[in-house]
């Protein structure tokens, strides 16, 4: 298969496109994959509001436009139009960069994840060797992106928040970081494209039926570890003390307003669907499945991740900043290492 810079290289220039052909190529490729997470992000403006009505049984936006999904324009014309409001005594580059910090963390850990292709195009931008470090790390940034929010606002609130975001991420970063060492164990690669590679064989077949080798059925213990860790990691409930409203009135981004507001907003719901994608390309066998696309099939589970989030939201309490942490260290962290020794047996007996 092919990947979308190098189509679009040789579609546009021909067979043997030069180096600033090839870099233009992959500029646009860029351009095109940072599209869906963006989209997606639009998007949830719209959706989130109608699946928290569904769980909680209230009445979602219906009247701007047909099933009131016009609310996006609406909202983005409000957001925008509002006055961006800089506090005095603001520390102005760190003030600036932080929104954009969160933003670009998250879109570009979607350069190495395979989407699936279209017309025998692999819609993913690179695919390096050590393809699942480089998205861990790159959408780690995201805690130093809050926590110059935090800072920089000159606000208490604000600093406890960021303090929360770097508190929450060493908790759960590790137990998340881990749990992913076992799924690397069964494949024999950090290359995220082996990774799904490795999950297309069938596990059995039950009447006719064929059960695929995603390792969220190989392995469920360490897929349910992953969602929980997940969950932290983009900041949803019950895990979302970084900006607990009745806590810190709303954390890290209590002083932003306008385009800075919309950057941090956008910013974590770009990272709950590239935590999806990451759980669909570690545990759900990528954009594997039967008769649709695979790029569709891609959507259709960074979504299913979208609604667990909701869910969770909708259903569980917050836990407290004390409480969050001591799931992190005393719980999930131990899981994470007695999944990895059972993992790493279980491989080594299969080996030999």
Partial sequence: MTLLPEAIARAVFGGSPTVLEQTVAAVAAAVLVALVPLGCAAVVVWAKRKVTAAFTDRIAPNQIGPFGVLIIVADVVRLLSKELIVPDAVDRPAYDLGPVIVVFSAVVGFAVIPMGSIFGVNVQLADPETGLVYVFAV???????????????NNKYSLLGGLRAVAQNLA?????????????????????????????????????????????????????????????????????TPEAPTEIVAGYQTEYSSVYFVLVYMGEFVHVFLGGAIVATVFLGGPAGPLLPGFIWFLAKIWAVFLFTQWARSALPRVRIDQLIEIGWKGLLVLSFANLLSTAVIVGLLAA
């Fill in 139 to 153: 959408a780690s940034l995201a805690t130093i992106g809050l926590t110059m929010c935090g800072y920089a606002s």
């Fill in 172 to 240: 759960y970063e590790i137990p998340l970081l881990v749990t992913a060492a076992s799924v690397v164990l069964f494949a024999g690669s950090l290359q995220t494209s082996e990774i799904v590679a490795a999950q297309r064989t069938t596990l059995l077949e039950i009447g006719g039926l064929s059960v695929p080798s995603w390792y969220a059925i190989v392995n469920p213990f360490a897929f349910v570890l992953f969602l929980t860790a997940n969950l932290a990691e983009v900041g949803r409930n019950p895990f979302d």
